[in-house]
C-alpha cells in the first residue's frame, strides 16, 4: 500500500468530511481525492452523504490496527512478500510468488523477522502464528487472491473475467454487441451461476466491471439508451447489493451535466459515434429567461405563470439542468399560454409543448390529478421575473417537494433527497397536504407517506412529519375500508398490518364519532357512521 493511504485510513478511523480530511492530512485535494478513490476500490472505506469512514470488515480493521502497531509494514511491496508467506517457502519461491527483487525480500525479511512477525525454520521463511492480526490479515489476502478474474463473490453468486470460454452467462460488455454498441474485446465478462439476465442485471454488471473512463463511459451509454426500458428501483437495489451506488450516481451526475469522470461534451461526441440519441437539457437560467422573453413577447393579455420541478431547482441553484419546465396555470390562462407556444414553434398536445431546444409541461390548476394550485400555494409562491404581461413566479420550495412527492418518478425521488437537505418546513407540507386531501375523493396523501418512507429507506432521512402522516393515512385506509361492516379480523387481513395497531385505530376513529361498533352473529363488526370524513 502507498504510505497517503495507510494515513488516510488512520484519519478515516471516525467519519470525516472531504474538507476536513484535507486540512487534517495537510495534503493537496488532487491526492486526497485519488487516494480516497483508490482506498474506496478497495473495499477499505465508504462514503455515505459525502461524509467518509472505514468499512465495516475484516480487513479494513486489521489493516489499521497492524498500521498502528507496525506503521511501516504494509508500504510499498512489503505486502507482496507477506501475502505469501502463509506457506514454508524458500528465498527463491518468496522472490518468484511476490515478483519483488531478491535485495528487497531480504530487506523485508529481516524486517519481518526483527519484529517477531516471520520465523525461519532451515531455509524456509513463514509466518509467526502468533502474531494474529498479520497472519489473519494474510489469510484474507490469500483468500481473495484464490480464483484469478473473480472480481465479486457472494455465496455461489460471482463476476469473473476470463479469456477462456467458462459455463457462466455472458453479461456486461460481452453482451453489449448483442444490444447495438458494438466493441470489441480481448476477454469475456461472467455471472455465476449461469441463467438468464435482465437489462438491468446486464447494465449493473458492467458497471462492477468498469474501470477505465471508456468503459464507464460505454455503460453510461447503454443506460441511456435502455433507460425507459429498465426499472429504476430494481438498478437500484442491485446497486446496493454490489455496493456501486456512488458509481451509479456518477453516471446520473454526468447525464445531469454535472462534473464526473468525463466531460459531457465529450459523452455527447460518443453518444453521437455509437447512434445514441441524448435528449438536450435546459442546462442554465439564461436558457429559462431566454424562453420568459419569448412568451412575453408575443403575449397580449396579463398572465401568471407557476414555475415547479427541476426549472424551478435550476433557477435556484439546486440543479445544473432539467429534462422539462413544468409550469402551472389557471384555467384562464392555460389557452392563452399555448396559443403563445404555438406562435413561436412548439407544437402542442395534451399540454405537453415541444421545441427542438425544449420540452414544456403545462399544468391546468392541478399536476397529475393529485395536488392543485391552491390560494395557500400561490401565497408562497414569489416572482422571479416579470416582464410586460407575464409573471413568473417560483413555487415555494415545501410546494415544489409536495408536487414531487405526488409524480414520484425516479428523478423526483433524487429531487426531493436534495430539497429535503434544504432546511424545510414540513408543518407547512403536512398542512398542505392535509388540507388539500380533505377536498379529494381520493387518498393523495398516500403519495407524500411513501414518499418519506422512500427517503428515509434509501438515504437514511427522517422527516419529523412522518408519524403523524402515518397515522392520518391508516385512518383512512381503515375509513375506506369500511363502507360494508367489517370485524378486525377481516380488517388484518384486507389492509396488512397488525391487529393490535388496528385495533388502536378502531378506538380513536369510534372516539372521533366516524364510525360505529355493531354485533352480528356474535362477533363485533365496524362501519362508517356516515360522518363527513377529513
Given at each position: 500500500?502507498?504510505?497517503?493511504?495507510?494515513?488516510?485510513?488512520?484519519?478515516?478511523?471516525?467519519?470525516?468530511?472531504?474538507?476536513?480530511?484535507?486540512?487534517?492530512?495537510?495534503k493537496?485535494?488532487?491526492?486526497?481525492?485519488?487516494?480516497?478513490?483508490?482506498?474506496?476500490?478497495?473495499?477499505?472505506?465508504?462514503?455515505?452523504?459525502?461524509?467518509?469512514?472505514?468499512s465495516?470488515?475484516?480487513?479494513?480493521?486489521?489493516?489499521?490496527?497492524?498500521?498502528?502497531?507496525?506503521?511501516?509494514?504494509?508500504?510499498?511491496?512489503?505486502?507482496?512478500?507477506?501475502?505469501?508467506?502463509n506457506?514454508?517457502?524458500?528465498?527463491?519461491?518468496?522472490?518468484?510468488?511476490?515478483?519483488?527483487?531478491?535485495?528487497?525480500?531480504?530487506?523485508?525479511?529481516?524486517?519481518?523477522?526483527?519484529?517477531?512477525?516471520?520465523?525461519?525454520?532451515?531455509?524456509?521463511?513463514?509466518l509467526?502464528?502468533?502474531?494474529?492480526?498479520?497472519?489473519?490479515?494474510?489469510?484474507?489476502?490469500?483468500?481473495?487472491?484464490?480464483?484469478?478474474?473473480?472480481?465479486?463473490?457472494?455465496?455461489?453468486?460471482?463476476?469473473?473475467v476470463?479469456?477462456?470460454?467458462?459455463?457462466?452467462?455472458?453479461?456486461?460488455?460481452?453482451?453489449?454487441?448483442?444490444?447495438?454498441?458494438?466493441?470489441?474485446?480481448?476477454?469475456?465478462?461472467?455471472?455465476?451461476?449461469?441463467?438468464?439476465?435482465?437489462?438491468e442485471?446486464?447494465?449493473?454488471?458492467?458497471?462492477?466491471?468498469?474501470?477505465?473512463?471508456?468503459?464507464?463511459?460505454?455503460?453510461?451509454?447503454?443506460?441511456?439508451?435502455?433507460?425507459?426500458?429498465?426499472?429504476?428501483?430494481?438498478?437500484?437495489?442491485?446497486?446496493k447489493?454490489?455496493?456501486?451506488?456512488?458509481?451509479?450516481?456518477?453516471?446520473?451526475?454526468?447525464?445531469?451535466?454535472?462534473?464526473?469522470?468525463?466531460?459531457?461534451?465529450?459523452?455527447?461526441?460518443k453518444?453521437?459515434?455509437?447512434?445514441?440519441?441524448?435528449?438536450?437539457?435546459?442546462?442554465?437560467?439564461?436558457?429559462?429567461?431566454k424562453?420568459?422573453?419569448?412568451?412575453?413577447?408575443?403575449?397580449?393579455?396579463k398572465?401568471?405563470?407557476?414555475?415547479?420541478?427541476?426549472?424551478?431547482?435550476?433557477?435556484?441553484?439546486?440543479?445544473?439542468?432539467?429534462?422539462?419546465?413544468?409550469?402551472?396555470?389557471?384555467?384562464?390562462?392555460?389557452?392563452?399560454?399555448?396559443?403563445?407556444?404555438?406562435?413561436?414553434?412548439?407544437?402542442?398536445?395534451?399540454?405537453?409543448?415541444?421545441?427542438?431546444?425544449?420540452?414544456?409541461?403545462?399544468?391546468?390548476?392541478?399536476?397529475l390529478?393529485?395536488?392543485?394550485?391552491?390560494?395557500?400555494?400561490?401565497?408562497?409562491?414569489?416572482?422571479?421575473?416579470?416582464?410586460?404581461?407575464?409573471?413568473?413566479?417560483?413555487?415555494?420550495?415545501?410546494?415544489?417537494?409536495?408536487?414531487?412527492?405526488?409524480?414520484?418518478?425516479?428523478?423526483?425521488?433524487?429531487?426531493?433527497?436534495?430539497?429535503a437537505?434544504?432546511?424545510?418546513?414540513?408543518?407547512?407540507?403536512?398542512?398542505?397536504?392535509?388540507r388539500?386531501?380533505?377536498?379529494?375523493?381520493?387518498?393523495?396523501?398516500?403519495t407524500?407517506?411513501?414518499?418519506?418512507?422512500?427517503?428515509?429507506?434509501?438515504?437514511?432521512?427522517?422527516?419529523?412529519?412522518?408519524?403523524?402522516?402515518?397515522?392520518?393515512?391508516?385512518?383512512r385506509?381503515?375509513?375506506?375500508?369500511?363502507?360494508?361492516?367489517?370485524?378486525?379480523?377481516?380488517?388484518?387481513?384486507?389492509?396488512?398490518?397488525?391487529?393490535?395497531?388496528?385495533?388502536?385505530?378502531?378506538?380513536?376513529?369510534?372516539?372521533?364519532?366516524?364510525?360505529?361498533k355493531?354485533?352480528?352473529?356474535?362477533?363485533a363488526?365496524?362501519?362508517?357512521?356516515?360522518?363527513?370524513?377529513?
Amino acid at each position: 500500500m502507498k504510505k497517503s493511504e495507510i494515513e488516510l485510513l488512520k484519519l478515516l478511523e471516525k467519519e470525516r468530511k472531504f474538507g476536513e480530511i484535507v486540512s487534517l492530512s495537510k495534503k493537496s485535494k488532487a491526492l486526497v481525492s485519488r487516494t480516497l478513490k483508490q482506498l474506496k476500490e478497495k473495499g477499505l472505506i465508504k462514503k455515505v452523504n459525502n461524509a467518509y469512514s472505514l468499512s465495516k470488515n475484516p480487513k479494513s480493521y486489521l489493516i489499521l490496527e497492524i498500521s498502528k502497531e507496525y506503521p511501516n509494514l504494509l508500504i510499498g511491496k512489503r505486502e507482496n512478500v507477506l501475502k505469501v508467506l502463509n506457506k514454508k517457502r524458500s528465498l527463491s519461491e518468496i522472490q518468484a510468488l511476490s515478483k519483488v527483487s531478491l535485495k528487497q525480500v531480504l530487506e523485508y525479511l529481516k524486517e519481518f523477522k526483527s519484529y517477531g512477525i516471520v520465523l525461519k525454520e532451515g531455509e524456509k521463511y513463514f509466518l509467526n502464528e502468533e502474531k494474529k492480526n498479520v497472519f489473519e490479515l494474510v489469510r484474507i489476502l490469500s483468500l481473495e487472491e484464490r480464483e484469478p478474474g473473480v472480481i465479486w463473490k457472494r455465496g455461489e453468486e460471482k463476476l469473473k473475467v476470463s479469456r477462456e470460454l467458462e459455463e457462466g452467462a455472458l453479461t456486461a460488455f460481452s453482451v453489449f454487441p448483442n444490444f447495438g454498441i458494438k466493441i470489441f474485446l480481448p476477454q469475456n465478462y461472467y455471472f455465476f451461476p449461469k441463467r438468464k439476465l435482465e437489462k438491468e442485471e446486464v447494465f449493473v454488471h458492467s458497471l462492477v466491471f468498469a474501470s477505465s473512463i471508456q468503459e464507464k463511459i460505454l455503460v453510461s451509454l447503454f443506460y441511456v439508451k435502455f433507460k425507459d426500458q429498465m426499472d429504476e428501483r430494481t438498478i437500484f437495489s442491485l446497486t446496493k447489493k454490489f455496493g456501486i451506488l456512488e458509481k451509479f450516481e456518477e453516471i446520473k451526475n454526468l447525464l445531469e451535466g454535472k462534473e464526473s469522470f468525463v466531460s459531457y461534451k465529450e459523452f455527447l461526441e460518443k453518444a453521437r459515434e455509437y447512434g445514441i440519441k441524448i435528449e438536450r437539457k435546459v442546462s442554465q437560467t439564461q436558457d429559462l429567461i431566454k424562453i420568459f422573453e419569448e412568451v412575453d413577447k408575443q403575449l397580449e393579455k396579463k398572465c401568471k405563470i407557476y414555475l415547479t420541478g427541476g426549472a424551478n431547482m435550476v433557477l435556484r441553484g439546486l440543479k445544473i439542468s432539467t429534462k422539462d419546465i413544468d409550469i402551472i396555470v389557471s384555467k384562464r390562462d392555460f389557452d392563452k399560454i399555448l396559443k403563445v407556444l404555438a406562435s413561436i414553434g412548439f407544437s402542442c398536445k395534451h399540454g405537453i409543448c415541444e421545441r427542438e431546444d425544449c420540452r414544456i409541461d403545462i399544468f391546468k390548476e392541478k399536476i397529475l390529478r393529485g395536488y392543485r394550485l391552491s390560494v395557500e400555494i400561490r401565497k408562497r409562491a414569489k416572482m422571479v421575473w416579470k416582464g410586460k404581461n407575464l409573471k413568473v413566479y417560483l413555487l415555494s420550495l415545501e410546494d415544489v417537494f409536495l408536487f414531487k412527492s405526488y409524480a414520484s418518478r425516479e428523478v423526483d425521488i433524487d429531487d426531493c433527497r436534495i430539497l429535503a437537505a434544504q432546511n424545510l418546513n414540513w408543518k407547512v407540507i403536512l398542512e398542505e397536504c392535509l388540507r388539500q386531501q380533505a377536498k379529494e375523493k381520493k387518498l393523495i396523501s398516500l403519495t407524500l407517506l411513501d414518499m418519506l418512507v422512500e427517503l428515509k429507506k434509501r438515504y437514511k432521512i427522517r422527516v419529523p412529519i412522518e408519524r403523524k402522516l402515518e397515522s392520518f393515512v391508516l385512518k383512512r385506509i381503515v375509513l375506506n375500508a369500511l363502507k360494508k361492516p367489517k370485524s378486525v379480523k377481516e380488517l388484518v387481513y384486507e389492509i396488512q398490518k397488525p391487529e393490535s395497531t388496528l385495533r388502536k385505530v378502531l378506538r380513536e376513529l369510534l372516539k372521533e364519532g366516524k364510525i360505529k361498533k355493531i354485533k352480528r352473529k356474535k362477533r363485533a363488526e365496524f362501519v362508517r357512521s356516515g360522518k363527513k370524513i377529513h
